[in-house]
């Protein structure tokens, strides 16, 4: 490493955790950067800012003055620009030794394994849920670990799957709700900084990765509330039955009803269910129906806001606790009862659902509803207030 090397990254040679070796870990690693947009825009900053040696990025979208809220690797004068170009113009702003590749294409069944191959990492920076599953699906036949992370409105999530030989994004979330039952990516929003705490924590597991650091989240889901500056970490593990899935997730990117941008950008969107067998028991309204009609009691939260709740609510609803405040109410939530979670659409709720799980509540009992609201008032009208 010549001078300049050594004046540039000075603060991370003094560390004696990082020192010249572990400089030369990143200037060797290979990094692929799949969307250059909210996520995309502090992950790729602070990548070339830290000396990887080689990026990639992938987004087959152009700069919108809309995206400039949230996604700083882009300025005005970048409108109208694909957003790998603006990507690039600005990581070799910030250290023009880094090699840079790009693809100006969408992400897809049809080409990602040949863009993933040969790379050390991948950071993974989509707003939809079919890209997301098509990055696990192909990381895990390469065995490559990926960097996970999601934003919607005012909450952020961050985990490393496929590392080590360590859990993927299939053990956590198996299948995929059906399209209908996610809200559009117009619906969502994202407060504007909070892709950049979101993508500064992706960036920070990448390169702990590359330094071989003990400390990872591998196994773990991060979770952060902006609104109330709160974290948390769940826990979840690797199962024996989860395998890749190559063909559903063509059959999802075929399928019209999918938010398809492939862009990091725009709003991202809530996850589908956590996994059932090993987590919590996710229901649909039909089979609450079948259930209830064999005698079947369950205690039913509703894990919406208040304001949400008071405007409309399923007559039968037991408990009402915004979802991130339900542990606050343990005690009202029996044991030794089986427990329905709903909300809107089935997202919020999962996530409740997984805090009654750390809580020491048992999985077996704990239902998430497929479809939230939304579906019970489809299915059974004359249940709604």
């Not at 979101?198 to 902006?226: P, V, W």
């Not at 999985?363 to 709604?384: C, E, Q, S, T, V």
């Amino acid at each position: 490493m010549d001078m300049v090397d050594i004046e540039r990254y000075a603060r991370h040679i003094s560390l004696p955790d990082v020192g010249i070796n572990g400089q030369q870990l990143i200037d060797q690693s290979n990094v692929l950067v799949v969307g250059a947009g909210g996520l995309g825009s502090p992950v790729l900053m602070y990548l070339a800012a830290a000396g990887i040696g080689h990026i990639g990025v992938i987004d087959d979208d152009v700069v919108d003055l809309s995206n400039l809220q949230r996604q700083i690797i882009h300025s005005e004068s970048d409108i109208g620009t694909p957003k790998v170009d603006s990507a690039k113009t600005r990581i070799t702003e910030i250290n023009s030794a880094i090699k840079v590749t790009t693809w100006n294409e969408r992400l897809s069944p049809d080409n990602a394994e040949e863009i993933f191959r040969g790379w050390d990492l991948v950071i993974d920076g989509t707003d939809n849920i079919p890209t997301r599953y098509l990055v696990d699906d192909v990381c895990n036949i390469l065995g490559i670990p990926w960097v996970y992370g999601s934003i919607y409105r005012f909450e952020g999530q961050v985990s490393l799957f496929n590392y080590k030989n360590g859990p993927c994004y299939r053990d956590l979330f198996p299948e995929p709700p059906p399209h209908n039952a996610i809200p559009s990516c117009a619906e969502g929003g994202v407060f504007g900084v909070l892709p950049g705490l979101i993508g500064s924590m992706q960036a920070t597991e990448a390169l702990k990765i590359i330094l071989g650091r003990n400390q990872s989240l591998s196994g773990k889901l991060l979770l952060y509330d902006a609104d109330n500056m709160t974290t948390r970490m769940l826990n979840f593990a690797k199962q024996s039955n989860t395998s890749p899935n190559l063909n559903e997730v063509r059959k999802m990117f075929e399928d019209s009803g999918w938010c398809s941008s492939a862009s990091s950008s725009n709003n991202q969107i809530p996850e589908p269910l956590a996994n059932s067998e090993t987590m919590f028991n996710h229901l649909s309204v039909a089979e609450y129906q079948a259930k209830k009609s064999d005698g079947w009691e369950p205690f039913l939260i509703d894990v919406r806001s208040n304001l949400e709740y008071s405007q409309t609510k399923v007559s039968s609803t037991n408990l009402q606790v915004p979802h991130e405040e339900i542990l606050s109410k343990q005690n009202l939530i029996p044991r030794d009862k089986d427990i329905i979670l709903l909300c809107r659409s089935g997202m919020r709720s999962q996530i409740a659902a997984m805090y009654l799980l750390n809580a020491g509540f048992s999985g077996a009992r704990l239902f998430n509803l497929d479809g939230g609201i939304i579906a019970w008032r489809k299915h059974i009208p004359r249940d709604i207030e």
